[in-house]
Nanobody, 119 residues
Framework: QVQLVESGGGLVQAGGSLRLSCAASGRIFADNFMGWYRQAPGNERELVAGITFGRVTTYADSVKGRFTISRDKGNSTLSLQMNRLKPEDSAVYYC?????????????WGQGTQGTVSS
């Protein structure tokens, strides 16, 4: 079993930054896919950024150049640095992990953390 606990959400003005963290425990390995998803009211949950094999990353077009995903060497913490935030980035952000390396194939979810960007 894998447990994921997010932290770091909050309220920030447009153009500001937030850093999200996800503490992972259980059977999670360096090669496992991990990612950040978000869901705004009325929208489907979408993959914002993902990492697999500990180093291969992918980003949604809407956040490229502004967000950076990383995973610490101990593989226990996943982070998302969000810069130049826009009001449309407001959403509940979820940490997710897969049973294998496949990007976008989550099996485990955190409880979510709210990120709100004011204009």
């Amino acid at each position: 079993q894998v447990q994921l606990v997010e932290s770091g959400g909050g309220l920030v003005q447009a153009g500001g930054s937030l850093r999200l963290s996800c503490a992972a425990s259980g059977r999670i390995f360096a090669d496992n896919f991990m990612g950040w998803y978000r869901q705004a009211p009325g929208n489907e949950r979408e993959l914002v950024a993902g990492i697999t094999f500990g180093r291969v990353t992918t980003y949604a077009d809407s956040v490229k150049g502004r967000f950076t995903i990383s995973r610490d060497k101990g593989n226990s913490t996943l982070s998302l640095q969000m810069n130049r935030l826009k009001p449309e980035d407001s959403a509940v952000y979820y940490c997710a992990a897969g049973r294998g390396w496949k990007i976008g194939d989550p099996a485990y979810w955190g409880q979510g953390t709210q990120g709100t960007v004011s204009s």
